[in-house]
């Protein structure tokens, strides 16, 4: 371990820890994860959703400039499909930890569960309000999870995912019973949906 690793591993011990996603009919699920770096402050971090476009994209590239570390992952529409949202979202976690550069002592989870894992972690509701790591990785997780939908959204602009990111809003819902699903969508998601037809492009 470099004299660095073990700075900021005393310095900063947890990574805050979070999901975009979950409750979505298409795409998959992101997480990030983030050990920010007390000599390089952020400042306006805050939970993603009372950030606007362009604040959360400004935050995007502070955060990668100046965290300690951060990483992102992902976990597909099939895995979401085998093993649920829930255990999808945790797992996304997951992967975002493991690919951190630096080895957390400590993590912080935005939620209500987290299972026990190598690495203590604590959970808190509505964490990415209360902790800047937190609100740092709810940043990363929503701008790279939007920007996903944005590019779908040039192959199957009928489903307005530039719009509503694949949250099952009247529009997306509709268009759903018109046009069938994609190979995007959450199958098991839509299944409560009548659903005409099914298409892959």
């Not at 018109?178 to 659903?195: A, D, L, M, P």
Request: aromatic fraction near 8%; proline fraction near 5%; hydrophobic fraction near 45%.
């Amino acid at each position: 371990m470099s004299s660095l690793q073990a700075y900021y591993q005393t310095a900063v011990p947890e990574a805050g820890c979070d999901e975009a996603g979950r409750g979505c009919l298409v795409g998959p699920v992101v997480a990030a994860a983030v050990i920010l770096d007390p000599l390089r402050p952020i400042e306006g971090l805050n939970d993603s959703k009372k950030l606007s476009v362009r604040q959360r994209e400004e935050l995007f590239i502070q955060i990668c400039t100046k965290a300690a570390a951060w990483s992102i992952a992902e976990v597909s529409v099939a895995e979401i499909d085998h093993i649920n949202i829930l255990n999808a979202s945790l797992l996304a976690m997951k992967r975002a930890v493991k690919n951190l550069n630096l080895t957390p002592a400590l993590l912080l989870i935005d939620g209500n569960r987290f299972p026990r894992w190598e690495i203590p972690h604590l959970c808190f509701v509505k964490g990415d309000a209360r902790f800047q790591s937190i609100a740092a990785a709810s940043i990363l997780a929503k701008v790279y999870r939007d920007r996903i939908m944005a590019e779908l959204h040039m192959h199957f602009p009928h489903y307005q995912w530039l719009k509503n990111k694949g949250y099952p809003t009247k529009a997306h819902i509709e268009a759903i019973r018109n046009s069938g699903v994609s190979q995007h969508h959450r199958k098991k998601f839509v299944s409560k949906f009548t659903i005409p037809k099914l298409f892959d492009i």
